[in-house]
């Protein structure tokens, strides 16, 4: 007889073996791009991520027959339900071999820890927010994601449509090329006269005084994106980690403001996708990847737009236009023509009239799912 047991991960090895499940899941895999070990160390990690100063969490392992076969977080972000007035919570990090038992033995394992917390909803996936990788991959199989974007196995959709989620709500992932972006006269035109109006004056990062610079994203990040679905205020400390871990592979003249008569009303935060060199890596930074992350930097083929924010009363001005505009002809300087503007939810009018000014095509799509605890 075939047995599932689960196992709460309570020390450091387990931990490990929670992390080094996903290099069974993907072996072989063409697409899947391995975490640093040490990242995913610092983000699980309730002493070191900031995330967990307003949310709480366990992981569990499933073995089926002895042999581990799953993984799964639950999670229970107050900030959330705060900001929200709900009572969601939220699995994550999930991974498991293509077996519905034991798929159904993590998803209950994870419910009944967020019913005992007093939530009613399970929504996710979310690694371990709306704020991190959110998502699961449900259309666009045959490409690497994108930094901080997510990637699994097309069985997965399965899995939880089986055990019955349901859609909450699709993301969009936009590919853009800069041939068929700079060729969009609605674009260069709507920039044009959105620049003449409003007087908007573009600004690259100042590397050299960063913290000053983090206080201007703080100030933008949280009005800007305040109106979205899921969305989570992040709190300056889980901004200042953020910033820290990204500070290493910033290009400065890809991380823009915006300012009207010096005042600041907008900021795009766009990265060299360096999933291209973590792929070498293997979830090793030392004692090479570290080297990799400079010898290897000149051949990254694309970018990925991760924030574009206008405060609200700025918006629909055609502002967002005069930054694409920007974006596109930056990365083009630095050699970069191929670009990602993700996720996008699939019901913001604006961010997906934006894409499609752009000549940009949605060749990926994510889903959160939910389902009554």
């Known amino acids: 007889m075939e047995k599932i047991e689960i196992k709460k991960v309570e020390s450091s090895t387990d931990l490990m073996t929670f992390i080094k499940f996903q290099w069974e899941i993907y072996k072989g895999s063409n697409y899947w791009v391995p975490p640093l070990i040490m990242d995913r160390k610092k983000i699980l990690s309730k002493e070191k991520n900031p995330f967990f100063q307003h949310a709480e969490a366990d992981y569990f392992l499933a073995y089926k027959n002895g042999k581990l076969s799953g993984r799964i977080a639950a999670i229970k972000?107050?900030?959330?339900?705060?900001?929200?007035n709900d009572k969601v919570g939220f699995f994550g990090f999930f991974e498991c071999v293509n077996d519905q038992q034991v798929a159904n033995k993590l998803f209950d394992t994870a419910k009944i820890w967020i019913k005992e917390k007093g939530l009613t909803e399970m929504r996710g996936p979310a690694n371990p927010s709306s704020n991190d990788e959110y998502g699961l991959l449900i259309d666009g199989f045959d490409d690497e994601?994108?930094?901080?974007m997510t990637y699994n196995p097309e069985y997965y959709i399965s899995l939880c449509e089986n055990y019955g989620f349901s859609k909450a709500?699709?993301?969009?992932a936009y590919k853009l090329e800069r041939d068929k972006t700079v060729s969009s006269d609605k674009l260069k035109r709507v920039a044009e006269i959105a620049q003449k109006r409003s007087?908007?004056?573009i600004s690259q990062l100042n590397i050299k005084d960063f913290d000053k610079e983090l206080d201007k994203i703080k100030y933008v990040y949280n009005k800007a994106w305040a109106p979205n679905w899921g969305f989570v205020p992040m709190t300056d400390a889980e901004l200042d980690a953020m910033a820290a871990d990204l500070k290493p592979l910033?290009?400065?003249?890809?991380?823009?403001?915006g300012e009207i008569d010096g005042k600041l009303i907008g900021f795009a935060l766009v990265m060299l996708d360096y999933n291209y060199i973590f792929k070498q890596m293997n979830g090793r930074l030392f004692p090479f990847g570290f080297l990799k992350m400079f010898t290897q930097k000149k051949k990254?083929?694309?970018a990925r737009i991760i924030t574009l924010g206008i405060i609200p009363e700025y918006q629909k001005k055609g502002l967002d236009a005069v930054f694409y505009w920007e974006i596109v002809n930056?990365?083009?300087k630095i050699g970069i023509f191929l670009g990602e503007a993700s996720w996008i939810l699939e019901d913001n009018e604006m961010m997906n009239r934006g894409a499609h000014v752009m000549n940009g095509e949605v060749y990926k799509k994510y889903r959160i799912y939910e389902i009554p605890t």
């Open 77 to 84: 972000n107050d900030l959330h339900n705060q900001y929200h």
């Open 199 to 201: 007087g908007i004056k």
């Open 169 to 172: 709500k699709d993301l969009f």
């Open 250 to 257: 910033v290009e400065p003249s890809l991380v823009l403001f």
């Open 330 to 332: 930056r990365a083009a």
């Open 145 to 148: 994601p994108r930094l901080l």
């Open 300 to 302: 990254i083929k694309w």
